[in-house]
């Protein structure tokens, strides 16, 4: 089989990594990639959004399926545009259609789906800014702090978490004049839960699911949970307080309704499902769905599966999944991401990234590089995840920031406290 992976994240070079080593794969190619991938696949210049070049590659290429990694295609419809056109029906995408990444797409969809299918999550109501007078009426019959959450896609930027009632009037109306473009056009006016976060993770083809390991990323740059959200500076999987009992809420109660109203309002789903949670008290809220696996959570949940993924793959392509063999790794995996300097604010690409060829007991998947005559440079603002195994958190955390003390590039920082609250 050819593959095709549509992405050039952390995530993609994961998924790059673990489909190399089905012997049902002859050939990966990544649109975009990295400097990473290039080593597993072959790197091609095609526009995830540019639907029909992404079509036509596959076809003149012989790939016999496509595993999206990025949010942004899927919510722009790529599966659809594949279904739709006869000519390239054939071959499958994993990732769900367009109405089913609304989940994803649209903040307003997916609290509305919540609760018309019983999935516990935060009080809330949705405003456009001609209701700008009532969504601040409605803050004031809140408690502190406020959460106000960009409707559409924001780049991981559009929720904000505010303490101050004036703050979030201001912020409020900063949405709605443009703060996040299209994205702000609708605020999502939610209660805040209180609680400890954590990542649950599915693949499905529709009908049957199969549940992935568990993970909790770090989103904050500064160690204790301090300073700006970034798209994520580690994680960990498994989570030590969700047990069994609380999982089994969260299947219960998250996973079978979610899978039931996808069909009750007949979306074929296709793909995977990232529910964000939250534990409150020992039950689980969703705070976001995502219609793809995360970044850096991949860097921990995909080392896990030790069985074939591209049989989950194949199960979901051809509506089997059900009879698909999965096993877990019962270790601990830690990734630590190394970025730049200034991430998430301004920062400088374009830094060689020495002494990768010394490291060693960890996985170093690369988010944010290119190569440039024979040298591996940055280009974005996550640049590597260090990802290990352990036979507990201790472990596994010890060979991550050994080998992050060892890789070197001007401006490098990492936290140093992943893990820290478990």
Same mark, same amino acid.
């Given at each position: 089989?050819?593959?095709?992976?549509?992405?050039?994240?952390?995530?993609?070079?994961?998924?790059?990594?673990?489909?190399?080593?089905?012997?049902?794969?002859?050939?990966?190619?990544?649109?975009?990639?990295?400097?990473?991938?290039?080593?597993?696949?072959?790197?091609?210049?095609?526009?995830?959004?540019?639907?029909?070049?992404?079509?036509?590659?596959?076809?003149?290429?012989?790939?016999?399926?496509?595993?999206?990694?990025?949010?942004?295609?899927?919510?722009?419809?790529?599966?659809?545009?594949?279904?739709?056109?006869?000519?390239?029906?054939?071959?499958?995408?994993?990732?769900?259609?367009?109405?089913?990444?609304?989940?994803?797409?649209?903040?307003?969809?997916?609290?509305?789906?919540?609760?018309?299918?019983?999935?516990?999550?935060?009080?809330?109501?949705?405003?456009?800014?001609?209701?700008?007078?009532?969504?601040?009426?409605?803050?004031?019959?809140?408690?502190?702090?406020? !959460?106000?959450?960009? %409707?559409?896609? $924001?780049?991981?930027?559009?929720?904000? @978490?505010?303490? /101050?009632?004036? #703050?979030?009037?201001?912020?409020?109306?900063?949405?709605?004049?443009?703060?996040?473009?299209?994205?702000?056009?609708?605020?999502?006016?939610?209660?805040?839960?209180?609680?400890?976060?954590?990542?649950?993770?599915?693949?499905?083809?529709?009908?049957?699911?199969?549940?992935?390991?568990?993970?909790?990323?770090?989103?904050?740059?500064?160690?204790?949970?301090?300073?700006?959200?970034?798209?994520?500076?580690?994680?960990?999987?498994?989570?030590?307080?969700?047990?069994?009992?609380?999982?089994?809420?969260?299947?219960?109660?998250?996973?079978?309704?979610?899978?039931?109203?996808?069909?009750?309002?007949?979306?074929?789903?296709?793909?995977?499902?990232?529910?964000?949670?939250?534990?409150?008290?020992?039950?689980?809220?969703?705070?976001?769905?995502? !219609?793809?696996?995360? %970044?850096?959570? $991949?860097?921990?949940?995909?080392?896990? @599966?030790?069985? /074939?993924?591209? #049989?989950?793959?194949?199960?979901?392509?051809?509506?089997?999944?059900?009879?698909?063999?999965?096993?877990?790794?019962?270790?601990?995996?830690?990734?630590?991401?190394?970025?730049?300097?200034?991430?998430?604010?301004?920062?400088?690409?374009?830094?060689?990234?020495?002494?990768?060829?010394?490291?060693?007991?960890?996985?170093?998947?690369?988010?944010?590089?290119?190569?440039?005559?024979?040298?591996?440079?940055?280009?974005?603002?996550?640049?590597?995840?260090?990802?290990?195994?352990?036979?507990?958190?201790?472990?596994?955390?010890?060979?991550?920031?050994?080998?992050?003390?060892?890789?070197?590039?001007?401006?490098?920082?990492?936290?140093?406290?992943?893990?820290?609250?478990?």
């Amino acid at each position: 089989m050819n593959v095709l992976i549509l992405g050039s994240g952390g995530r993609e070079h994961t998924l790059s990594w673990k489909i190399a080593q089905s012997d049902k794969v002859d050939k990966i190619y990544i649109a975009p990639g990295n400097a990473g991938t290039a080593v597993l696949g072959e790197n091609v210049n095609l526009d995830a959004g540019n639907f029909e070049s992404v079509a036509e590659f596959a076809l003149g290429n012989d790939v016999d399926m496509i595993v999206v990694g990025p949010e942004a295609p899927l919510v722009g419809g790529i599966h659809d545009f594949f279904l739709e056109n006869e000519k390239y029906r054939h071959i499958p995408v994993v990732g769900p259609v367009k109405r089913g990444a609304m989940l994803e797409g649209s903040k307003h969809f997916a609290k509305r789906f919540m609760m018309q299918n019983g999935i516990p999550t935060a009080a809330y109501k949705s405003f456009s800014k001609e209701n700008f007078e009532s969504a601040c009426e409605f803050m004031r019959t809140m408690k502190k702090p406020y !959460v106000l959450k960009a %409707d559409g896609l $924001a780049a991981g930027k559009g929720v904000l @978490i505010i303490n /101050d009632y004036d #703050e979030a009037v201001q912020e409020l109306d900063r949405m709605f004049s443009g703060k996040f473009g299209e994205a702000g056009k609708i605020v999502v006016v939610e209660e805040f839960l209180k609680g400890i976060e954590l990542s649950v993770f599915i693949i499905t083809d529709g009908e049957d699911y199969k549940i992935l390991p568990e993970a909790k990323d770090y989103k904050r740059v500064g160690e204790k949970d301090t300073g700006l959200n970034t798209g994520g500076m580690g994680a960990v999987s498994p989570v030590p307080f969700a047990d069994e009992t609380f999982l089994k809420r969260v299947e219960i109660r998250i996973i079978k309704p979610t899978i039931s109203g996808l069909k009750r309002e007949g979306i074929k789903y296709k793909g995977f499902i990232y529910f964000g949670l939250m534990n409150v008290d020992g039950d689980p809220y969703v705070v976001e769905y995502n !219609v793809r696996m995360g %970044d850096p959570e $991949a860097e921990v949940v995909i080392p896990r @599966i030790k069985s /074939d993924l591209m #049989e989950l793959l194949l199960g979901v392509a051809e509506g089997n999944l059900k009879k698909r063999k999965m096993d877990i790794s019962g270790e601990t995996v830690v990734t630590v991401m190394l970025v730049s300097g200034g991430y998430p604010g301004e920062y400088e690409k374009g830094k060689e990234i020495f002494n990768m060829d010394k490291t060693s007991g960890s996985i170093i998947f690369q988010a944010g590089t290119r190569t440039e005559d024979g040298r591996v440079i940055s280009s974005g603002g996550r640049v590597l995840a260090i990802s290990s195994f352990g036979s507990d958190l201790k472990d596994a955390l010890k060979k991550s920031y050994a080998n992050a003390e060892i890789i070197d590039f001007e401006g490098k920082y990492f936290r140093k406290d992943i893990g820290f609250d478990l």
